[in-house]
């Protein structure tokens, strides 16, 4: 069953049907796919230049394009960006216009142009070769204006958009967009980029979270770090964990060093023996040796101990082994990071 503004399609005056309506939209990711397949032919020695170019650049890269194609220019500019190649995207039009000045000589240009004649970009050409920055070219014709002024022009084999009027830009930009991305991972490659540089430059997201945050940066402290001396009764064990609301005390020696852990389970197992004396030493009741985290130990490792040993609270100790710290389950799982 239809619904709604789209319930009247079926029987317009357009004459479409269903199976019309099937038959346009295979004939789009037809072409569309067809397109990115096309992406492979301009994967050689030409593209291999391009790449020496991006990297050799000593500064940044630079995308530039009008209407679609500059809307596919300002996305490769945030996946250069994000990927380990400084990038930005500097429009054609307001470029003539002053912000040219963006762009120096040690950068490196891409501009994109379907046709390789958009005007705007052009004009921006004559600046560009007077700088001696570099030229990269991605378009689909090799004849164009474009194309012959760069130090590289990539051509993609496009002759028709899967728009229907084959006026749209579709399979046009959909290449661009496939040989951007390709540029951008093969130099993330190049350049050794791993998953700690691209957690660096997205520390907002789960990944950089958990890649780069540290136990000191969630670890309670001071005095909310709870600590006992070894031979102090149970009973002042537990004001001290009331005190600080965490569920476990560190205990340490009378050098400060850290000798065992008490928590309210170590309580719940004395008093299930029937033993209520509240006034036996903590180091009685104590776990000893206890997991321990350091303070510059990723949280993420700390959660892994955690999970592994079905704790919830773990010392952090210096060089030394003096408390400095308690992690906290939650304090991990509220900052979003997760195993």
Do not use: W
Not at 102 to 118: E, F, L, N, P
Not at 164 to 189: I, R
Not at 268 to 281: A, T, W
Request: glycine share 8%.
């Amino acid at each position: 069953m239809v619904h709604g503004c789209g319930a009247g399609v079926f029987a317009s005056g357009a004459g479409l049907n269903s199976d019309r309506l099937i038959e346009a939209a295979l004939r789009v990711v037809r072409l569309e796919t067809a397109a990115v397949a096309s992406v492979e032919s301009t994967i050689g020695p030409l593209f291999l230049e391009a790449i020496e170019l991006l990297l050799e650049c000593p500064a940044r890269v630079i995308t530039s394009g009008m209407g679609k194609a500059g809307l596919i220019a300002r996305k490769a500019a945030a996946t250069f960006a994000s990927t380990g190649t400084p990038s930005f995207f500097v429009h054609p039009a307001e470029a003539v216009h002053g912000d040219l000045g963006m762009i120096t000589g040690d950068d490196v240009v891409i501009a994109y142009s379907h046709r390789g004649q958009t005007e705007e970009v052009l004009r921006i050409i004559p600046y560009i070769r007077h700088i001696k920055a570099g030229l990269i070219a991605i378009t689909s014709n090799p004849d164009s204006e474009l194309a012959k002024n760069a130090d590289v022009a990539l051509v993609l084999p496009i002759e028709a958009e899967a728009c229907p009027m084959n006026l749209a830009p579709t399979s046009s930009t959909t290449a661009m967009l496939a040989l951007s991305d390709t540029l951008a991972l093969v130099l993330l490659e190049a350049r050794g980029f791993g998953p700690d540089d691209y957690a660096l430059r997205h520390p907002g997201g789960s990944l950089g979270r958990k890649l780069l945050t540290k136990v000191s940066d969630l670890m309670h402290r001071g005095d909310d770090n709870p600590m006992i001396l070894e031979d102090r009764p149970v009973r002042e064990a537990l004001f001290v964990m009331t005190r600080s609301k965490l569920a476990a005390t560190s205990v340490i020696d009378a050098e400060g060093k850290l000798v065992g852990f008490f928590a309210d389970g170590d309580l719940r197992r004395y008093l299930n023996r029937g033993e209520d004396d509240l006034s036996v030493p903590v180091s009685s009741l104590m776990t000893r040796n206890p997991k321990v985290a350091r303070p510059d130990m990723m949280a993420v490792k700390a959660l892994e101990i955690l999970e592994a040993f079905k704790i919830i609270e773990l010392p952090v100790v210096d060089e030394e082994h003096r408390p400095v710290g308690m992690i906290h389950l939650h304090d991990i799982t509220r900052a979003g990071i997760v195993l």
